[in-house]
Nanobody, 123 residues
Framework: QVQLQESGPGLVKPSQTLSLTCTIS??????????WSWIRQPPGKGREWIGY???????YYTPSLKSRTSIIRDTSKNQFTLQLNSVTPEDTAVYYC???????????????WGQGIQVTVSS
């Protein structure tokens, strides 16, 4: 059974870089045709897909965040990491990692989810 676990700081200062890591257990980040995504949900709003890294290392980001976003992976640790630069209070949200054969913003179709991690951007 694939399980995902997010980790990282819960508080980030404005203009800094938000960095969150998702650790995969019970499965491999190299599983063919699997996509590993980051999704967030700001307070009082719906879920927003941020981007993915796929089984071959390819990445794709939602256009509104593309200039500030990078998703990288460490295959030796079975992890993938979100880096979001130049954060503002509007980036405050619960951040989730998710995975499966779904690629893109259809968040209801992801097979596996982490429990989520609250990240607050504040000085």
């Amino acid at each position: 059974q694939v399980q995902l676990q997010e980790s990282g700081p819960g508080l980030v200062k404005p203009s800094q870089t938000l960095s969150l890591t998702c650790t995969i257990s019970g499965g491999s980040i190299l599983t063919a045709y699997y996509y590993w995504s980051w999704i967030r949900q700001p307070p009082g709003k719906g879920r927003e897909w941020i981007g993915y890294i796929n089984f071959s290392g390819g990445t794709y980001y939602t256009p509104s965040l593309k200039s500030r976003t990078s998703i990288i992976r460490d295959t030796s640790k079975n992890q993938f990491t979100l880096q979001l630069n130049s954060v503002t209070p509007e980036d405050t949200a619960v951040y989730y990692c998710a995975g499966g054969e779904t690629a893109g913003p259809a968040v209801d179709e992801y097979d596996y989810w982490g429990q989520g991690i609250q990240v607050t951007v504040s000085s």
